[in-house]
């Protein structure tokens, strides 16, 4: 895997250009023309909510894309967004940075109330937070190299210092060797590559990504995602992500947000939130994740047990990840004798298992009390269900 050590090597040396920075200034937060530079990085980076709302003006009545949102993001953590499509995700997103300004409330940026600032403030507070998109939003016409350079050119950087930072910026996202391709002769994740150097040039504290993966194959995605993990990790960037995909959330996010109609649904730990959703709206955006009945059983799945003839009782084991717990095969044996595992999987999310065992006992078994089997120290699953009955043996079509 060299291209990943590349990657490591030029991680490692960008978080010392950043310590070195940090070391040679006394103000980092002061940036002005000329002074934009990665020591911002690892200034800070937290972002806290205030009862902020926002309406849109609309013809059929004000739409209310985001309701007394409060709550804080803390400085170094990767943070998931995650709702239905117009729950307010991007409004929410795209307050951090003042492309939207809230009807009411506060955004406050590391301890800076940013609805206080000037026209030229503002463009400083830009300067510490990239954003990456979907659809990337390069410019045709310019190279690679071009693009990146960019932003440090507005920004009145001297010419040989953007040289040396856009060459360490695409060794970074391991690029070094498209500085004079234009974007249409890159594939999707190289693109977000190039999105993802040129939000990082002027040394952001924050990074906000707006469905940055949503539009790259499975492959590129874990590339990307491993690439902004390093990248929060190494250079201490609060990265501030939407996503529809949840297994996204689930491999790198410490928090996540769901939001259902411009409300907080459900805020924690991913662990927490996903091992354990309370709001339907986490349930239904979960779904995909989850290890439902497989059809063919479901067609032939009854709720009451069968009179006559051989049937199987169909339990469902789930995990939320509480405690420590997980599934422990020798016990649930003992619990359950003859039990038989038909389908299911277990995720590990922060260290914390969770998900669901789908089990078949023959009919003629008599169970054991089911919830003590959830209860203390003997538990062998946070919850357990008897989702109904299969007649003759689950095998025997
Ligand atoms: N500029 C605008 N003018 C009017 N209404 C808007 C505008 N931007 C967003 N909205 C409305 O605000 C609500 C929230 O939109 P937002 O784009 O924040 O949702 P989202 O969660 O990002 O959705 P998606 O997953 O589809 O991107 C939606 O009802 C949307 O139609
Ligand atoms: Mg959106």
Redesign the pocket.
Known sequence: MSSSFALRRSLDHLAEVFVDADDASAAPAASGPGEVGPQAAAAGGAVSFRKVSKF?P?SGGA?H?LADISLEVPAGSIFGII?R????????LRTINRLEKPSSGQVIVDGVDIGTLGEAELVALRRRIGMIFQHFNLLSAKTVYENVALPLQVAGVPRAEVTRRVNELLALVGLQDKHHVRPARLSGGQKQRVGIARALATGPEILLCDEATSALDPETTQSILQLLRDINRRLGITVIL?T?EMSVIREIADQVLV?EQGRIAELGAVWKVFGAPQHEATRALLAPLQHGLPDDLQTRLVKEAPQAGRYEQILQLSYSGEGGLEPDLVRIGQALPGVRLLHGGVDRIQGHAHGRLLLAVDGAAVLPDLHALTQGAGAIAHHIEVLGYVPESVHSH
Do not use: R
């Not at 499509?85 to 929410?92: I, R, T």
């Open positions: 849109y609309s739409v894309a709702g499509s117009g729950a307010g995700k991007s409004s929410l939407i529809h939001l």
